[in-house]
DNA sequence: TGTTGACTTAAACCATGGTTTAAGTCGTAT
DNA sequence: ATACGACTTAAACCATGGTTTAAGTCAACA
């Protein structure tokens, strides 16, 4: 199983080295091995996992909560239903948020029709 | 017509009377009157102002930028084109981020049916 | 009259989420 | 042998978006 190294797998995530290591020092990624050198190895699971950190991420959980998270996973098998819970609930505070950024499009919908409105009658009393 | 104290007005918005202040300071509030004593008065228009202004907010719009477009609402009707294609902008904006949202959820679901799966089994088995 | 309560200000403070810097260590290609 | 590129660290720095604090003013009520 081939390893990647740390601009490999910032490549393949899309996302900045220094994110990585960040990530890293607040105890988002728990073990990650390293070469001889001291470099750090990525295997394709730990770069799965940080893609589902970056998932959480975009759904704007908190590092805090993350790590909460990242903590249960390595906790192990016992803590699977905590986690089960976990994902339950920040599904609904992003359905919660998503639905609050829909609600607030309207009103910036209500001003793309008046200024569109306004507009076209600009354009027509040319 | 009626008008409103910062306390009522930070009520009806359901924000900190701090944030108001902040928000005027930071030019999201052009022209907030104020009474002989220097307190500041909101109209029912202010805070439907105010309100767009939060939904704008809610919609992560830096508030460098919510300032660029209050700058063009108190240039007047000539912006108003402007202004047009800033909406039109942040609503694609907008789109794009909840679609990011969306695609993120799908990962997050595939943890919950995992763990729902885990979980399911492991009572089965009691 | 004096003491609340609501307001004012400027400035300091805070949390979050990184990014940048400086100084140093390797491994490899020339 | 050396110079280059990729990596390492800790610590400093930064932007964003507020919140909190301290000190003061004012109106109204007891």
Redesign the pocket.
């Known amino acids: 199983m081939k390893v990647y190294?740390?601009?490999?797998a910032?490549a393949k995530l899309h996302?900045?080295?220094?994110?990585?290591?960040?990530?890293?020092?607040k105890g988002l990624l728990p073990q990650?091995e390293?070469?001889?050198?001291?470099?750090?190895l990525f295997s394709e699971d730990l770069i799965t996992f940080l893609g589902i950190i970056i998932y959480l991420?975009n759904t704007?959980?908190?590092?805090?909560r993350?790590k909460q998270y990242v903590d249960l996973v390595v906790e192990g098998e016992s803590t699977i239903e905590l986690r089960l819970e976990m994902m339950k609930q920040h599904k609904q505070a992003v359905l919660a948020e998503i639905a609050l950024m829909h609600e607030a499009l309207k009103g910036i919908d209500v001003k793309i029709t008046r200024y569109t409105t306004y507009t076209q009658e600009r354009k027509a009393a040319k």
Chains 1, 2 share one sequence.
């Open positions: 190294s740390i601009s490999e910032a996302i900045p080295e220094s994110t990585i290591r960040y990530y890293e020092k990650v390293r070469d001889e050198a001291g470099r750090r991420k704007h959980m908190p590092i805090s993350i």
